[in-house]
């Protein structure tokens, strides 16, 4: 009898797992350990490749624990849809020199129809960050997760920490949405941005938290049709369309939003940077709306003089930026220009609109909050505090 039952509850499990419409693959079958010290690098892959192999659509399942994994990628097309589920967090070795060769740390290539949901990763940046503090022959440093040439992707409630450099960078992806994040680098972390964005379109980066040593987002170029909301920015250097006119054939970025977000205490609010040198580039129909600016250094700036280490074209940046609006943004200013619009003289700034702005120094009983503007035409709406210089 027990024989009986045992052959019949085999043949049930068989018939579940053909007629289920989801295949799941747990990373510890394939070898992976949680202990925080195993190498489980080889058994994510090999879980990747069962996954990417199924005809149908498939669960890959990280549990609780913590998971060392080295340089790593994913590569595509797959045959199905992947959940790429993490409850555990993954970390990279203690010795940066291992990611930080390859450019890369968790890289998805080619995938489309990809969703990852929660988990933790951990870089562990710091001892990278200590080298190039110090001048010693350090790696190039690693991105933590990148997305290329990647479609249909959507990555929800993730949380990144002490990225090398980048934490998420997208680079030739379309479809791709970003939501419910936090991403955490201290202060003084270079060149931690929380997210980059280059060469991709349909790109929609919501309802995260974001606080680096670097930009919390930037968008490069080649981008267009970009949607940002609901964004906790700060510290931080705000959030950026650029650097743009690095090199001279360039493509443009154009249909930008940023909307219902707050920057507390960063470098800049919302900015758009150009490298003072020829170019073909441009940044056109930029929208930034319903912000609030708390102790911000900069909250509206157009840097077309763009030099963050003293090695300066000392050119005019060719550069085109116009239509830009900028409606219903509110808070404090921890500089006196508050507003600042510092355009290329070959390439003047057109089409720029504020409405509804107010923005005050916070040492404004010593000095009056100042608006600047260099070779930039536009216009105002409604009450805008400080004084329009159009």
């Known amino acids: ?20 419409p989801i295949a799941a693959f747990n990373v510890v079958q394939f070898g992976a350990r949680g202990d925080g010290i195993t190498d489980s690098t080889l058994s994510f892959l090999r879980a990747w490749i069962f996954a990417c192999n199924s005809a149908r659509p498939v669960t890959l399942y990280v549990p609780r624990g913590t998971f060392l994994i080295k340089t790593v990628t994913f590569s595509g097309p797959c045959r199905s849809r992947i959940q790429f589920q993490i409850d555990g967090t993954l970390v990279a070795p203690d010795n940066y020199y291992a990611i930080g060769n390859s450019g890369f740390w968790i890289l998805f290539y080619k995938v489309s129809r990809l969703s990852v949901y929660g988990g933790t990763i951990d870089a562990r940046g710091s001892g990278f960050w200590a080298c190039k503090k110090n001048g010693h022959n350090c790696p190039a440093g690693a991105r933590s997760i990148s997305l290329m040439w990647c479609s249909n992707v959507l990555v929800s409630g993730l949380t990144s920490f002490n990225s090398q450099t980048i934490h998420i960078g997208i680079v030739h992806c379309s479809n791709v949405k970003l939501q419910n994040l936090k991403i955490s ?21 919501a309802g995260s938290t974001i606080r680096t040593g670097d930009d919390c987002i930037s968008i490069g170029p080649g981008s267009m049709n970009i949607w940002i909301s609901k964004i906790g920015c ?25 909307t219902d977000s707050i920057f507390s205490k960063t470098q800049n609010g919302v900015r758009v940077k150009s490298w003072a040198k020829p170019s073909d580039g441009y940044a056109r129909n930029l929208l930034f709306q319903n912000l609030i600016m708390r102790n911000v250094a900069y909250p509206i700036i157009i840097d077309q003089m763009y030099c963050p280490d003293n090695s300066c074209p000392h050119q005019s940046s060719g550069v085109k930026v116009s239509q830009v609006m900028y409606k219903n943004i509110k808070g404090t200013s921890a500089t006196q220009t508050a507003v600042k619009f510092d355009c290329s003289s070959s390439n003047p700034c057109t089409g720029i609109t504020l409405q509804d702005i107010k923005l005050t120094y916070l040492n404004r009983s010593f000095r009056p ?22």
């Open 185 to 205: 680098a201290p202060i003084g972390s270079p060149n931690t941005d929380g997210i980059h964005v280059e060469s991709s379109m349909g790109i929609t980066i």
């Open 234 to 258: 700060g510290p931080g250097h705000g959030i950026s369309i650029g650097s743009l006119g690095n090199s001279f054939n360039e493509a443009g970025v154009q249909n930008v939003t940023v």
């Open 1 to 20: 009898m027990d024989k009986l039952i045992a052959i019949s509850l085999i043949l049930f499990l068989s018939i579940v797992v053909l007629v289920s």
């Open 369 to 390: 909050t100042m608006t600047y503007c260099s070779n930039a035409m536009g216009t105002h709406i409604g009450a805008v505090f400080p004084k329009s210089c159009f």
